[in-house]
């Protein structure tokens, strides 16, 4: 009897533990986060829009492909530019919409949510949201430029919008537009932002306000084929309010020398020995004696005493090239989100339209050359020998000063493989040939678009096919609606 | 025959005219125990009564025992009557009969219940332990292979890898669907600790390291029980969805008396199947075309071979002098020194080398009126497998033991600890950059390449002097390290130590009631450590890295169980049971690696770190269960039988809202043999049963997250939103499923045979679905859909010859099953992993498990060839499908004296897979495919002018008959086979094999008789000997990367072992 009442006790026990011992707080992941700094959020936002216009990883960014700068020696898929094999779409609309926006506007919703007392306070949140604020239009704009009409009212909404719809490419432009403004008018220089998590600017609120200018700027003169009038007051209107005017307000992102803080061409021109200067690239520089060679490509690549460029989209063999210069194969080489150069070829683009930008052309074209020679260290003697021969100075170089502008910014712009391509759509020089083995569906032409996600066709099918129609079709042929000629 | 019949006149007269001098003296008896079929009844005990001294019949139902005449014998036999006979006689054979007639075959259920077989309204299906012991492949779940009907086994052949175990289908789209474990009572935790990435066969790859149920000991189990509809598995609650194998140890309680020892020894010998390997081509050289140029490296201007990792070069010709990658090593002996342009001596194959694996096993056990104990040791050693530099170690300790505390209560304690160690596994997945030698070796290399050389170089420098440079003066490795260099020095290791055991106490309170307390507990803890060299390409800069990954892991169950039995009125029985269970389990793991590479070469530790190391990577996951449950069974005159069980789980994977949900099953037999008095039929059943069950969430999956990577430079503090919507809205999975079925035993049990059919509907899924990025999420957690399967599963056991000395019993089974997926919450279909590009999906209205890709255009069945020679193109087509047809097998058991053989056939009928391997070893032109003739005679990569070429069967876009043929030469090769759709490179993975053979001997007791030894049995056992038949070239259609829910895909994968094994056990 003894035991038998041990085990009723030990039962009791038992069941008092099952009852009693709740499993209510298990699910709480003791090592996982329910609440992050907004700062912190910005910085991975800051990371991955870095990355994207830094990488020249083939899942990721190929423009300096599309821009005829670079070449892969082996694997040619995407410099023939093969869009679908990767899912290219997929990785850009991944990267610039969750790693990117969601962790902006979430940081922007968590600093909205956080009451601030007092007129500093006030002022700080204010300068925060601007922030934020121009870094979500820079990336619309950049998601606008890939792909056309993208979801932008109902995007990063899924609670109430599970499947979004896609909006018009001009629409968003001009709302970007207007976002862009109101953060212009809230920023505030004498007061500080960030203290920390900005790795752009540090929380400078001046070079912020610098740089939105500079950005509309830019999204201005997108527009200036398609609506000269609003792309006339935006530009005059950002050229007053303060664009960059020298290379100390550039927009900078430094990399570090560990292997989740490098620079991520690291990996592809270092770790992998597949990516060389093109024969079109080389030989044009080589044809103008451009000082920017030695850093631009790897002086100990000369082949028989000159830089040997290959020729596109061929499989050839590395070393039988001249590969890219030791500054870009640098773990801590800093990637441009925008710079001086830029700027000054914006302007020179700007003035060349007829819209008053304090200087002409000629000049602006000249600032931009010295301004890309200074970024790359050109000793400025060697600048002033190049930006005098007869075929680089305004007046007398060959080619209508569209040409001429966009001929030298597609130089100036070597290594920012994006901007360069988009700005070679918009100007349509100099003029690039497709591969004759490029795939079908370019139609012997460069492409002027990245085509959607193919997941978008099967996850959210009805608002990508309406989008699709809307846009004439999803191609790669497809013109981005500012691309009129 | 007539001689026997003398023989065994002369022995009885003998004993006869014995007994006539020695009455009442001690002699020897013996006899022959059979049941009323005639069938001899082997490890039936016999025992004199009143005294501890007794022995087991043999193989052949015989036994011998010294009693004097007056001495009561008895014999015992489990499920049958029990029966004393007086020794009067020297030889006693005995006729057991079983309880109603029938043999009471006792099967294990759930919660360890023992049940008559005959009473279930369910499928059950057991194998004995001595089966599941032939040849010990290091994982047990191999041993079930083709032996019972409607489990499905994958063997992924990975040293030391996992195994995937499916019981009727998948019914959880991305939640889990292997079986569950539980042995003596203790639900083994049965993960494996494969990344995702390694499942899918990603870029960065990595090592499959094998499930844990791998930690079961074959030589300790005594009977494994299959569960498989959720009838049977209802009342251990929503784990157990995917049906139950339960596993019993063996105990000390099956000794009758005394101390029983066994010892057994072996050795098996792996050889590499050569179905499996790739024939690889000998025609022409590495590269992706001609020569790409000359040099003079010290013996004169030459053409220097490609060090590409393709094999479209120039044809050989021995006339013709080349400087091949060992003369650019200035280190290496052939260094500046052209050599002739010929075949190799050494293909890649060479790599392989025979595995030896010896495995020792020790037992005692023993037992008297108190109780009973056994203890037992097992030594698994594999020395040296297939691969150079890998080993496996196992030793495994078990020991129970049962003690009766007073007439009513018992308490039984068991206890298992077992200490593995690997070294050496193979890599898995793509390998991108070289990350898996098997890939490079299968899909990217170049045939001048003498793997006889490799040796040589990595013998001589003890460096990574490879093949795959950047060219003749530039000695950076481009991808592929040497792969004897990659196998000595960047190896893996794994160790893991795990206890199990379990702690009961019964007391019988009175004759109708019982309380039963369990405690049960699972601890391991596994460290894997993974070690890449100073100068390996693995790494950037070949800067070299470690990395550990420590995962501790326990569950504590604890079960009360009150039970009752009692006969309600004449020949009305109840049985009836009311439990609660309490659950809780923790795992911890935590992962770090170097950065930067490594200090001092050769020291693998985290403070070897060039730079800081990174944010280590830690989870704890906890789960908890609290649940009652009850059973009531009734048995209307051993006839009818109604069973009904009940079980409430409340899981901390829910809302608390919704945490809560129930299981009631419901089963009916009877047994119309009963009613149906026939001379033929001697058992007949017809069983039905309905079955609910849930399914929980996975951990974690109901609150949001924020997660927070490595600092970005200095101060660089980075959070992100999660990528996978939580959700805190979850509800249980639900499945509902019915299954009927019919037993049959005809001709006095010569044959049986088992049929069932089942329907199982599981909704409600707790899915992660993908969702447009744009979303700002990739995915969402979400409740929906509604997975199907029905099928058939029968067993036949067949006794077509059983005579004295010879017997043949074949055991068929076989089964199908159909999945299809009903519903998928509104979206048409749903990602569940891809395969470098594949897609794998579950789609509505076709079965879970499809492939993606591109695929043949058809017109009127004939694929269609564009105007440039090759096929046209469906992008996103449904290419292939993982299920298959059916699956079956033979096993065979033919007896003759003390000859045993057997032979187990084993065939899946359907279900593709992908081939990575075939893919793109045929666009880098390494296998002999790429240098067959064509269709005019012509080898295929002459030039067009000379009559090579391919011309593609199939149509023109206008249907007329392709006549385009296309150049296969060099580089054009290369884009030639790269231009297949993926459907080319997807195969029936059918496969017909002779899975086990065995022949055993064991020596006659009267050998023995004066020596106390008891049985001595010699065993030859072959594991995988023959693929008899299979349509996957160059591998096994069962390799994969990993067990879980991503199956059909091979990257790199091994080639199989047919294993040789030799094995002795003695009895004393």
């Known amino acids: ?485 | 025959m007539k001689f026997k019949f003398f023989q065994r006149k002369t022995v009885v007269l003998f004993f006869v005219l014995l007994a006539q001098f020695a009455l009442a003296q001690e002699r020897v008896v013996s006899g022959i125990v059979s049941d009323n079929a005639g069938i001899p009844l082997p490890g039936a005990s016999v025992l004199i009564k009143g005294t501890k001294t007794g022995t087991q019949t043999d193989f052949d139902g015989k036994y011998s025992i010294k009693a004097s005449s007056n001495s009561v014998l008895v014999f015992n036999y489990i499920g049958m009557k029990t029966q004393e006979i007086t020794a009067s006689n020297a030889v006693v054979n005995v006729v057991l009969a079983g309880g109603s007639e029938q043999l009471q075959e006792i099967v294990v259920t759930a919660l360890g219940v023992k049940r008559e077989k005959k009473s279930l309204g369910y499928a059950t299906q057991e194998i004995k332990g001595e089966d599941l012991t032939k040849v010990n492949t290091g994982n047990v779940a191999n041993s079930i292979s083709g032996k019972i009907a409607g489990v499905q086994i994958r063997r992924n052949n990975n040293i030391g890898g996992s195994t995937n175990v499916i019981i009727r289908g998948t019914t959880s789209l991305t939640g889990n669907n292997q079986a569950l474990w539980i042995v003596d009572g203790i639900p083994l935790n049965n993960d494996n600790t494969n990344s995702a990435d390694q499942k899918s066969g990603g870029n960065t790859g990595g090592y499959d390291y094998g499930n844990a149920a791998s930690d079961i000991n074959p030589d300790d189990i005594e009977t494994m029980n299959v569960l498989k509809g959720s009838a049977a598995s209802a009342l251990y609650g929503s784990r157990a969805s995917n049906g139950v194998i339960l596993v019993t140890l063996k105990k000390g309680s099956k000794s009758k008396g005394g101390l029983g020892v066994t010892f057994s020894s072996g050795i098996t010998v792996g050889v590499v199947d050569k179905k499996t390997l790739p024939e690889y081509q000998n025609q022409y050289g590495g590269g992706y075309g001609d020569f790409y140029g000359t040099v003079n490296l010290g013996s004169g201007e030459h053409p220097y071979a490609a060090t590409d990792d393709a094999s479209w070069g120039p044809k050989f010709d021995p006339n013709l002098l080349v400087y091949n990658w060992k003369s650019f090593y200035p280190q290496l002996p052939g260094y500046g020194k052209a050599t002739p342009w010929t075949a190799v001596q050494e293909n890649p194959n060479s790599f392989y080398q025979k595995s030896v694996t010896y495995v020792n096993n020790v037992a005692f056990a023993g037992s008297n009126e108190n109780g009973d104990f056994r203890f037992g040791y097992t030594n698994y050693n594999q020395d040296q497998g297939i691969l150079p530099n890998s080993d496996n170690r196992k030793d495994n300790f078990n020991f129970s033991a049962s003690y009766n505390l007073k007439p009513k209560t018992k308490i039984s304690a068991s206890a298992n600890y077992l200490k593995a160690n690997a070294k050496g596994m193979n890599e898995t997945g793509y390998g991108d950059g070289g990350n898996n030698y098997l890939s490079s070796i299968r899909q990217w290399y170049s045939t001048s390449v003498d793997f006889k050389d490799l040796r040589d170089a990595y013998n001589l420098t003890g460096g990574n002097t490879t093949w795959n440079v950047t060219g003749p003066n530039d000695l950076t490795v481009q991808f592929h390290d040497n792969p004897y260099f990659q196998r000595y020095n960047n190896y893996n290791t794994m160790d893991r130590d795990r206890f199990f055991g379990n702690v009961n106490l019964t007391t019988q309170v009175n004759d109708w009631f019982d309380i039963t307390g369990k405690g049960a507990v699972d601890y391991y803890h596994q460290l894997q450590e993974e070690r890449i060299a100073v100068g390996s390409k693995r790494t950037p800069n070949g800067q070299g890295q470690y990395s550990r990954y420590d995962k501790d892991f326990r569950e504590v169950n604890f079960d009360l169980i009150l039970s009752f039995k009692t006969g309600i009125t004449e020949g009305i029985k109840f049985n009836g049971m009311i439990g609660g269970n309490t659950r809780r389990s923790i795992s911890t793991s935590i992962y770090a690696r170097t950065n930067g590479g490594l200090v001092v070469p050769g020291m693998y530790a985290l403070s070897n770190s060039v730079d800081k190391i990174n944010n280590p990577t830690e989870y704890q996951t906890t789960l908890g269960t609290n649940s009652v449950y009850a059973n009531a069974s009734f048995n209307f005159l051993d006839t009818y039988f109604l069973e009904g069980t009940y079980r409430v789980d409340q899981s901390s994977t829910l809302p608390k809202e919704n945490n809560t949900y129930t299981y009631p099953s419901i089963t009916g037999t009877y047994i119309f043999s009963n009613h149906l008095k026939t001379d033929w039929l001697s058992f007949g059943k017809v069983r039905l049963n309905y079955a609910e069950t849930g399914n929980d969430a996975p951990f974690g999956k109901t609150v949001a997250t924020y997660s927070k990577n490595d600092n970005f430079g200095p101060g660089g503090i980075r959070f992100s939103t999660e990528n996978e919507k939580s959700n805190a809205n979850l509800k249980s999975e639900l499945t509902k499923g019915f299954e009927v079925g019919f037993e049959f035993k005809l001709f006095k049990n010569r044959v049986g045979f088992d049929f069932s059919y089942y329907k199982t509907n599981t909704t409600n899924q707790i899915l992660s679905i993908e969702t447009p990025s744009q979303t700002g999420y990739t995915r969402a957690w979400i409740n929906a859909g509604d997975v199907q399967n029905k099928g058939y599963e029968v067993t036949l056991n067949v006794i077509p010859v059983k005579t004295a000395n010879f017997s043949w019993e074949a055991k068929i089974n076989w089964s199908t099953n159909k999945n299809e997926v009903i519903s998928l919450g509104g979206a048409d279909r749903i990602s569940l992993g891809s395969f470098q590009g594949i897609g794998y999906v579950a789609e509505v209205g076709k079965p879970v498990g499809q492939f993606i890709g591109s695929g043949f255009t058809y017109l009127n069945g004939q694929k269609v060839i564009r105007a440039n020679g090759r096929y046209q193109q469906t992008a996103g087509a449904i290419i292939g499908d993982v299920n298959p047809d059916w699956i079956g097998g033979i096993n065979n058991v033919l007896t003759y004296k003390n000859f045993t053989f057997n032979f187990l056939i084993d065939v899946k009928k359907g279900g593709d897979v992908y081939s990575l391997d075939q893919r793109f070893g045929h666009t880098t032109g390494i296998y002999e495919s790429t240098v067959t003739n064509n269709h005019l005679g012509h080898p295929q990569r002459d030039p067009l002018a000379d009559g090579g070429g391919i011309l593609l069967p199939g149509v023109k876009a206008d249907g007329t008959p392709n006549d385009k043929i296309v150049s296969v030469e060099g580089a054009d090769g290369y884009s030639f086979y790269n231009s297949m759709p993926e459907q080319q490179y997807v195969y029936d993975a059918s496969y017909v094999k002779l899975r086990e053979v065995g022949l055993s001997y064991r020596l006659p007791s009267k050998f023995l008789a004066k020596t106390f030894i008891s049985n001595i049995i010699f065993a030859f056992n072959g594991s995988n000997l023959w693929i008899i038949s299979k349509n996957l070239p160059y591998a096994d259609p069962e390799a994969g990367m990993s067990s879980g829910n991503l199956q059909g895909f091979q990257t790199g994968v091994l080639p199989t072992s047919k294993e040789y094994n030799f094995n002795m056990k003695v009895q004393f």
């Open chain 1, 1 to 485: 009897m003894k035991i038998i009442k041990k085990i009723f006790f030990a039962g009791a026990i038992l069941l008092s533990i099952a009852s009693c011992d709740s499993v209510d707080e298990l699910n709480l992941d003791k090592k996982a986060y329910t609440t992050a700094l907004p700062s912190a959020l910005m910085t991975s936002a800051q990371v991955n829009y870095a990355y994207f216009l830094t990488n020249a990883s083939v899942n990721d960014n190929n423009f300096r492909g599309y821009a005829q700068y670079w070449t892969s020696t082996t694997y040619t898929d995407e410099v023939n530019y093969n869009q679908e094999r990767r899912n290219l779409g997929n990785s850009h609309s991944i990267l610039l919409y969750r790693d990117v926006l969601q962790d902006l506007i979430n940081a922007q919703k968590q600093i909205k949510n956080i009451e601030a007392l007092g007129p500093v306070d006030i002022a700080i949140k204010k300068n925060k949201i601007s922030i934020l604020e121009v870094q979500i239009v820079m990336v619309y704009q950049t998601l606008v430029d890939l792909f056309g009409n993208v979801p932008y009212t109902e995007a990063l909404n899924i609670a109430a919008y599970p499947l979004p719809k896609y909006d018009d490419a001009k629409t968003v432009y001009l709302d970007l537009a207007t976002r862009l403004d109101a953060a212009i008018a809230d920023m505030d220089s004498s007061n500080g932002s960030f203290a920390n998590g900005d790795l752009i600017y540090q929380g400078r609120v001046a070079s912020w306000k610098i740089l939105a200018n500079s950005v509309k700027l830019k999204l201005g003169l997108h527009l200036a084929d398609v609506d000269a009038v609003k792309a006339k007051s935006m530009i005059e209107s950002a050229y007053n309010s303060g664009v960059m005017t020298n290379e100390s307000q550039t927009a900078l992102f430094q990399y570090f020398s560990s292997i989740i803080d490098m620079n991520p061409l690291y990996d592809t021109l270092v770790n992998e020995k597949q990516t060389v200067p093109t024969e079109f690239f080389v030989n044009e520089l080589n044809a103008k004696n451009d000082p920017r060679r030695d850093v631009f490509f790897n002086p100990e690549s000369k082949k028989e005493g000159n830089y040997k460029g290959a020729p596109y989209a061929k499989q050839v063999t590395y070393g039988d090239f001249s590969n890219v210069g030791p500054r870009l194969k640098l773990k801590t080489n800093p990637g441009v989100v925008f710079d001086y150069t830029e700027t000054c070829f914006l302007l020179a683009d700007a003035a060349n339209r007829g819209f008053s930008v304090g200087g002409t052309a000629e000049e602006y074209y000249k600032k931009g050359i010295l301004a890309s020679m200074n970024f790359w260290g050109v000793a400025n003697a060697d600048a002033q020998t190049y930006v005098g021969r007869a075929d680089v100075a305004f007046a007398t170089a060959t080619g209508t000063p569209k040409e001429k502008i966009a001929y030298q910014l597609w130089i100036a712009y070597y290594n920012r493989g994006f901007e360069a391509w988009t700005e070679y759509r918009r100007l349509d020089f100099p003029v690039l040939q497709a591969p004759s083995t490029a795939v079908e569906a370019a139609d012997g032409k460069v492409p002027v678009r990245n085509i959607y996600s193919l997941f978008d066709k099967t996850l959210n099918k009805n608002n990508y096919e309406a989008a699709a129609t809307a846009i004439g079709g999803d191609l790669m042929t497809t013109k981005i609606f500012w691309d009129r000629f």
